[in-house]
């Protein structure tokens, strides 16, 4: 006979939960947004009148159809379109686009803000702040140009940052590793490592009668001093349970610093691999002043005695494209080399 009595056991049914606005067009509105703001900023491009006096440049001989800016929103709406379907047809693609979709609709409505607050209103005056028409028509115009200055950039910045790179794993596992070392160097580390490395320009520019080593030295030296510290610190911080282990299977000093420490410490290592970025960016802007003949600082400092505000916009805007361009990608090689930490920690 079947007991009557319920389970006090039993799992209980959870309630089924109604989210509102569930539903394809809960899918639909964030694949197609840039679509949508794209079409709301040519719209407004086209239907509202310019307080700002056109630009004396190229752009001015150009019917409005041809400028750089609405040409840019016709082609961002084109490809959504384009990868809306896609991502309909290939499901694998879905999460990317879905993700990626409100971001760029954000980009666009940045900008269309941008052009509304200065060249239909003018509420930022010309020439400080010109529109976007006319920095993208600085950056098509200067194109060549400004390529020529991103490699010589990339050249200045990855000779700089791998050096200091190198020299900080190199003494930051010698501090962090031998007790002694670290008594007598920490201090010297802490007194010299927070100068700016801008600071140093004339006497990088004494040692090295060429630019380009003066420069690197000045991005190395600014890289140096967050790898140290957070290599030594990683080193030093290794569980002592690690080390115990190794040893008891007979492990000597070379195994324990590249075989144990070093693999421990890697979290750490990597928060100065992104601090010693951070720190090269800002390095080489200031060190391409210094007598280099190419690069984006170089072309910004000379634009800026111009006073060529479009194409000083148009240097900034390629420059945030190029840094996190790089930032990215060492964003990749953490997520490969600390797979075990995805998801564990979130930046």
């Not at 082609?75 to 999460?95: I, S, T």
Request: hydrophobic content about 55%; proline content about 7%.
């Amino acid at each position: 006979m079947t007991s009557k009595l319920a389970d006090p056991h039993a799992p209980v049914a959870a309630p089924v939960a109604h989210r509102r606005g569930a539903g394809p067009a809960r899918t639909i509105v964030p694949v197609l947004s840039p679509v949508f703001v794209a079409a709301i900023a040519l719209a407004l491009h086209y239907g509202v009148s310019d307080a700002q006096l056109p630009p004396l440049t190229w752009l001015g001989a150009l019917p409005a159809w041809q400028h750089p800016y609405p040409v840019g929103l016709v082609l961002v709406a084109g490809a959504g379109l384009l990868v809306a379907a896609g991502q309909a047809a290939l499901p694998a693609l879905r999460p990317t686009v879905r993700h990626v979709a409100p971001l760029v609709a954000g980009a666009i409505g940045v900008t269309a803000v941008w052009e509304l607050v200065t060249t239909k209103m003018d509420w930022l005056h010309k020439p400080f702040f010109p529109g976007p028409d006319e920095v993208f028509g600085a950056i098509v115009e200067d194109r060549v140009l400004l390529l020529e200055c991103a490699w010589h950039s990339l050249r200045l910045l990855l000779s700089g940052y791998l050096t200091g790179v190198a020299a900080g794993l190199i003494t930051g596992t010698v501090i962090g590793w031998f007790p002694r070392v670290r008594y007598w160097a920490m201090p010297a580390i802490k007194f010299v490592g927070p100068v700016p490395a801008t600071a140093l320009i004339h006497v990088a520019m004494s040692i090295w009668k060429d630019s380009f080593p003066a420069a690197v030295a000045l991005i190395a030296f600014a890289v140096w001093f967050p790898m140290t510290i957070l290599t030594s610190s990683g080193i030093a911080n290794v569980r002592l349970s690690y080390l115990d282990v190794a040893r008891t299977l007979g492990a000597g000093r070379f195994y324990l610093i590249f075989r144990v420490a070093l693999p421990a410490a890697l979290p750490t290592i990597f928060i100065g691999l992104f601090m010693g970025l951070g720190a090269s960016f800002l390095t080489l802007i200031v060190a391409e002043n210094a007598g280099v003949t190419a690069g984006l600082g170089w072309y910004l400092s000379w634009q800026k005695g111009y006073m060529e505000y479009a194409k000083m916009y148009g240097v900034l805007v390629l420059s945030g494209v190029f840094f996190s361009t790089l930032m990215s990608l060492l964003f990749m090689v953490r997520d490969r080399v600390l797979k075990w930490q995805k998801g564990v920690i979130k930046w």
